[in-house]
């Protein structure tokens, strides 16, 4: 049988057009399915948005759903581009970056790290082990601290990264609190962290002239969040979104810095406690009010962190204080700036006849200043916290107790230092204010002292009769003293003295309070 | 015979003539003389170039029918999205990863292609009779084979040189923005710290692309102090910082097999001649110090006697040395505590003493194991000045062992010499601190850090101008400096001393960085001569600086990377040649999705069975029963003995199947070297010795197979 020239023409049309069809067909599936799988994915953000009752005003939740579509479109194409490969290219990522990480070769480390942020945008607990091995582990392999700074805040730029995808999540926002809480603020190298912070928080030229998404392009420094008089950038406190309707207690207004705007000015630029104090606030109001749950941290972490991260902070300020009016004056660092009561006895007696720097006595006055505001306020905290968690109450009341201790000493040195460059009455309003306060402050570490560094039987034989160690506060001032001697001439009978070591930083407290107070006079 | 013929592949590793090399020759004969047997004699004089040429243009053109080559641009466009995720840790890393997602995208677009074309090709001419077409024709079995490879390396040809034209196109591009952003950097000082200046620099002036070869030194040394070029005798610094170790040779037949033996056979007798001289007063590092980079090093564990201990002040102690044994991978074999009944050896301060220890018999069957039945038993003993505040000399020749004499307490009856690795490297090795990453050097003050010594000898250096770049990747760790308010870099001076003439280059001070990179130009006309040390000093006292032989490259051409980028691509297109063969062998008797999986199978075999590892070695079948905690005596030896010959055939298999690690081409020209002209020999040699006997079968069972009536 033979065919037809014409038919077989005209059956190879047909079947070149059926195949045609179906691959048009095939086509819209595809293209359709794209177009579902984005409405559906944009509807699940918005119904986890609603889930973890976020503010739901009208401002508020576009702004946050669009920041979450927008911020995450590179892993949302990523993914779809990979398909069925995300997982086993992730496992990749995953162990060569850890094996590299242990062999200490860093070279396209992070980009690894940036594959599997892409890649496992959903998971908080991956962003918050890469934002601590960034911080933590990577960083402690540099060797120069500029290198190991930059590495930090490399670590800063991945949580906000995430951020930007997650806004409003506590699980990113707590990492950003502890990159600049425990690293920046309180590793070995703080010094050196905390000054370059508080120099690029302040209005400056930035050094980066690189654009961001430039292939060499790293951070190398904080953006500047002041102006030249050392106020916020309205940037970084204007709020974004209004109260959700119904919503009557704190909220989280969409702007960077809303809980430090009390604060300012900062003319010497910000502590990093100051910005992580700032996170962890956001985090305690996403606990609190929206019942935002950490991954791994407790509520009762959770909502303690802002109060322990002010008192860190005051303390930041008071220590800034110290640096400056021994500068100013000058006299000796402490050899070991670690240890606190290192801190108390160099400035005790200023030299006399010596004016001291004005600009170091300015900045020591600033930070004594702020050293007592936060002081205050971190009181306050604890205060609101402690109904809360009361199981934590005696640890508490003893933070709070040394904070109102803190907070007169500032005071205290604030004014003594102020009448150093005043003359007359002014000078003996000051001086008769600064005596007030470390009357206060004396008599805080002697209550201090006899309520948490002695035990019950030593109470019983040096209080009056009736009283222990819980109503020390009940206590004249000025019997404080003499008591607190009764105890030091007990403790010295002791064979074994348990909190010798402890009771010298408020004994540091004591003295040069006491010192300080025979000067003014 | 057969379990000895499977015993005789599974000793044979890679391309190396004395482990097994001539098995694939044997395989590639026997595949040649089947071949001939089975009808190659009769076709071979039948065999017509144009002919082939004709089938390979068949499978060419219709490759290009099927839009093959349209795949490229796809994966352009995903090279330069990926390349727009990455994070480099600077310019010169920028370039290297895209340089790695260029080469693996070509890599895999053409080996998938290959893969896919050949396997389906054969199949489905065969099941939509167009073979009938071919076969019908005068032409042979041979030349549809040869043709069918050629056609598809042609077709993976054209996607190389089409990929190749974008890499190279691409890199350019970037590599060009980069440079003259740097460039305006520097100019500006536009966020460029202290540390990276120079490798900016170096960056801005010799460009981000490059394909470096580098001069070998003969040696790296560890010395307290550069020794001068007529110095006989050499020092280290104590306190178990440094040591020296010499390299000996004995046949295992001259070693006891077990311990019982060993008692009735002659000591190991060391001797030696040191002297010792107190150190100059060094920055002490304190031992309270918390690392503040992430330690590096491997615990090294000295005993001290009592009233030595390691607190007590260096005068009030008297030198001592530690001699231990080491294998030749330098991994302690015999402890301290086995020699000199563990306690260190006594040395007095000042003029050379001659010190002659025995060891104990009990070691020699332990250096016997380090024996196989071709090669001698190679060990290092290494002598260890325990005692710090002194330094420790011998001369290169002043250590001698050898077979006590049981006439003569100081002699040997069989003496055995030194066996150092190279001809021309010295005979003892002064060596650094071990750590993790390589030996360590300590940093110290200007006047008396120790120093690293690179020797290079007899290298042909043009020296009448010009500079001589240097790069050096090295590991650092510090302690207890890092509390200070400012940035306090680790100091490291690289100085060129001529040994020809003796003089000394001006130090350079170079701040480096934990696995990164730093340059230095040092001056051509120091190393005139070709003998020459590099010679490297940390004066940031706390640091301790990470060297091994590999992570220096002192350049002695920067050769065009556009030739090195045409070499790997020549390397990739070798490859996809065998993947083709393979491809077309598989699909001679497989459907093609089964020929698929198979071709797959034998290129990845190899290797698979490489990454296996240790869990091959003799031994794993106990390891498995022990894991498995089998009780029974019978099911643990059948669990045992099986596992252990699957471990065997794994490896008799693997290693006639193809090493595709010789065809790895990214590491080289990602990391900006020149690729040798062995890498493209070496997978030729694998091309030749697999695919060529692979070609034949698959002719052999085409030339049997019915495809058309």
Not at chain 2, 164 to 169: D, E, K, L, Q
Request: charged fraction near 20%; aromatic fraction near 8%; glycine fraction near 6%.
């Amino acid at each position: 049988m033979t065919t037809h020239p014409a038919e077989t023409v005209q059956t190879d049309d047909l079947v070149r057009a059926r195949t045609s069809r179906a691959r048009i067909g095939i086509i819209t599936v595809m293209v359709v399915s794209i177009v579902v799988a984005g409405i559906m994915r944009d509807w699940a953000v918005r119904q986890r948005i609603a889930a973890t009752a976020l503010p739901g005003g009208g401002v508020a939740s576009k702004s946050a759903a669009a920041r979450t579509s927008l911020g995450s479109m590179d892993s949302f194409a990523l993914a779809l581009l990979l398909g069925g490969l995300r997982g086993p290219l992730v496992m990749f990522l995953w162990s060569t970056s850890e094996s590299q990480k242990a062999d200490k070769n860093l070279e396209d480390f992070d980009t690894k790290v940036e594959w599997i942020r892409l890649l496992q945008p959903e998971f908080d607990t991956v962003h918050i082990f890469q934002v601590w091995n960034k911080a933590y582990n990577i960083s402690v392999q540099m060797a120069s601290l500029a290198n190991k700074y930059t590495t930090i805040l490399d670590a800063i730029e991945y949580a906000r990264n995430v951020g930007a995808g997650r806004p409003d999540n506590i699980n990113i926002i707590v990492e950003m609190a502890k990159v600049y809480s425990d690293k920046l603020g309180n590793s070995a190298e703080k010094n050196y962290y905390k000054s370059r912070v508080r120099a690029e928080t302040m209005a400056h030229v930035p050094r980066q002239r690189l654009k961001r998404d430039d292939p060499a392009w790293r951070p190398i420094e904080l953006d500047a969040v002041l102006d030249a008089q050392g106020n916020l950038l309205s940037s970084v406190i204007t709020p974004t979104r209004s109260a959700p309707a119904g919503h009557n207690g704190p909220f989280n207004d969409g702007s960077e810095f809303q809980y430090l705007k009390k604060y300012q000015p900062f003319p010497y630029g910000l502590s990093p406690m100051a910005i992580a104090f700032n996170y962890y606030k956001q985090a305690q109001v996403l606990q609190r009010e929206f019942k935002q749950k950490h991954a791994q941290l407790s509520d009762l972490v959770i909502d303690s962190r802002p109060a322990l991260t002010l008192k860190l902070w005051a303390e930041d300020e008071a220590e800034r204080g110290r640096r400056n009016e021994l500068i100013a004056f000058g006299l000796p660092l402490p050899v070991d700036q670690t240890i606190k009561p290192a801190w108390e006895e160099p400035s005790i007696t200023l030299p006399t006849g010596v004016t001291g720097n004005p600009d170091r006595i300015t900045e020591a006055l600033d930070a004594y200043r702020l050293a007592a505001i936060v002081a205050d306020d971190s009181v306050a905290e604890y205060e609101t916290h402690l109904p809360l968690f009361p199981n934590n109450a005696s640890n508490t009341e003893s933070i709070i107790d040394s904070l109102v201790a803190l907070k007169d000493m500032a005071l205290g040195d604030h004014d003594f230092l102020l009448a150093q460059s005043k003359t007359g009455q002014e000078r003996a309003d000051l001086m008769a204010s600064a005596i007030k306060h470390y009357r206060a402050t004396a008599d805080q570490n002697y209550r201090i002292l006899l309520r948490y560094y002695m035990d019950d039987v030593m109470a019983s034989k040096i209080l009056p009769a009736g009283m222990n160690r819980t109503s020390i506060k009940e206590i004249p001032a000025d019997q404080l003293a003499g008591i607190y001697a009764a105890a030091r001439a007990e403790i010295g009978k002791m064979q074994y003295d348990s909190y010798a070591e402890d009771r010298q930083e408020y004994e540091a407290y004591i003295r040069r309070a006491e010192m300080r107070i025979a000067q003014a006079k | 015979m057969f379990t000895q013929f499977v015993n005789l592949l599974a000793q044979s590793e890679g391309y190396d003539p004395s482990n097994g090399y001539f098995v694939r020759y044997i395989v590639a004969i026997v595949a040649l003389l089947v071949a001939v047997v089975f009808g190659l004699w009769k076709d071979l004089p039948r065999f017509s170039i144009t002919r082939t040429w004709a089938v390979s243009n068949v499978s060419f053109t219709e490759a290009i029918r099927k839009r093959v080559l349209w795949v490229t641009p796809l994966a352009i466009v995903a090279v330069i999205v990926v390349s727009q995720f990455q994070k480099p840790v600077d310019e010169l890393d920028a370039i290297r990863q895209t340089t790695k997602f260029c080469l693996f995208a070509t890599g895999m677009l053409v080996t998938l292609t290959a893969i896919l074309l050949a396997c389906t090709n054969l199949p489905k001419e065969i099941e939509n009779r167009v073979i009938f077409t071919i076969v019908t024709k005068p032409t042979t079995r041979l030349e549809i084979i040869m043709g069918k490879v050629i056609g598809f390396a042609r077709v993976s040809a054209a996607i190389l040189l089409i990929m190749g034209v974008f890499t190279y196109s691409y890199l350019h591009l970037r590599s060009w923005t980069m440079q003259r952003e740097i460039k305006q950097r520097l100019a500006n000082d536009d966020g460029v710290e202290p540390g990276i200046r120079p490798t900016l620099e170096y960056y801005a002036d010799g460009g981000l692309l490059s394909a470096k070869q580098f001069f070998t030194p003969v040696d790296l040394n560890f010395y307290s102090r550069i020794p001068q070029s007529d110095d006989a005798v050499k020092w280290t610094s104590g306190a178990s910082e440094q040591s020296i170790a010499v390299p000996f040779e004995i046949p295992s037949d001259m070693l006891p097999a077990d311990p019982e033996e060993a008692k009735q056979h002659p000591p190991l007798r060391l001797g030696f001649l040191i002297e010792v001289r107190r150190t100059s007063e060094s920055a002490t590092e304190d031992a309270t110090a918390v690392p503040t980079t992430t330690p590096a090093t491997r615990p090294v564990r000295i005993p001290y006697l009592p009233g030595m201990e390691p607190d007590a002040p260096p005068d009030a102690r008297q030198p001592s040395i530690v001699v231990e044994i080491y294998d030749r991978d330098f991994f302690t074999i015999v402890t301290p505590q086995e020699i000199n009944s563990g306690r260190p050896v006594d040395v007095q301060l000042g003029d050379r003493q001659l010190v002659v220890l025995d060891l104990p018999t009990a070691i020699l069957p332990t250096l016997r194991k380090l024996a196989a039945p071709d090669r001698p038993a190679r060990f290092h003993v290494n002598i260890r000045g325990a005692v710090p505040g002194y330094e420790y000399g011998v001369a290169s020749d002043g250590i001698a062992l050898g077979f006590a004499n049981p006439n003569d307490p100081m002699g040997f009856s069989v003496p055995i010499p030194p066996a150092p690795a190279k001809a021309d490297a010295q005979v003892a090795i002064f060596r650094g601190r071990p750590g993790t990453h390589g030996q360590q050097l300590r940093g110290d003050k200007p006047d008396v850090a120790p120093v690293a010594v690179y020797r290079f000898r007899n290298q042909q250096i043009d020296s009448t101008e010009g500079n001589v770049p240097v790069e050096l990747r090295a590991y650092l760790e510090r302690s207890g400096v890092d509390d200070a308010d400012a940035e306090k870099l680790t100091d490291l001076h690289v100085e060129v001393v001529n040994r020809t003439d003796n003089t000394r280059s001006v130090p350079i001070l170079l701040h480096p960085e934990n696995g990164r990179t730093i340059y230095a130009n040092l001056p051509a006309k120091a190393m005139a001569g070709g003998n020459f040390d590099l010679v490297f000093t940390v004066t940031s006292p706390g640091s301790w600086l990470t060297f091994t032989m590999n992570n220096l490259g002192l350049v002695q051409a920067d050769r065009s990377f556009g030739l090195n980028l045409l070499k790997s691509l020549l390397i990739l297109w070798l490859l996809t040649i065998l993947v083709v063969t393979i491809a077309v062998f598989c699909s001679t008797f497989l459907s093609w999705p089964i020929a698929v999986v198979l071709t797959v199978l034998i290129l990845l075999g190899h290797w698979g069975v490489v990454q296996l590892g240790d869990a091959l070695t003799p031994g794993i079948g106990r390891q498995i029963v022990n894991d498995f905690r089998v009780q029974d005596a019978a099911q643990s030896e059948v669990l045992s003995r099986s596992v252990e010959s699957l471990a065997r055939a794994l490896q008799a298999i693997s290693s006639v199947l193809p090493d595709i690690n010789q065809f790895a081409v990214t590491e080289d020209i990602e990391r900006g070297v020149w690729i040798p002209g062995f890498a493209i020999y070496n997978a030729l040699f694998v091309l030749v010795m697999f695919g060529l006997p692979l070609m034949l079968s698959a002719y052999v069972i085409f030339r049997y197979k019915e495809v058309a009536p």
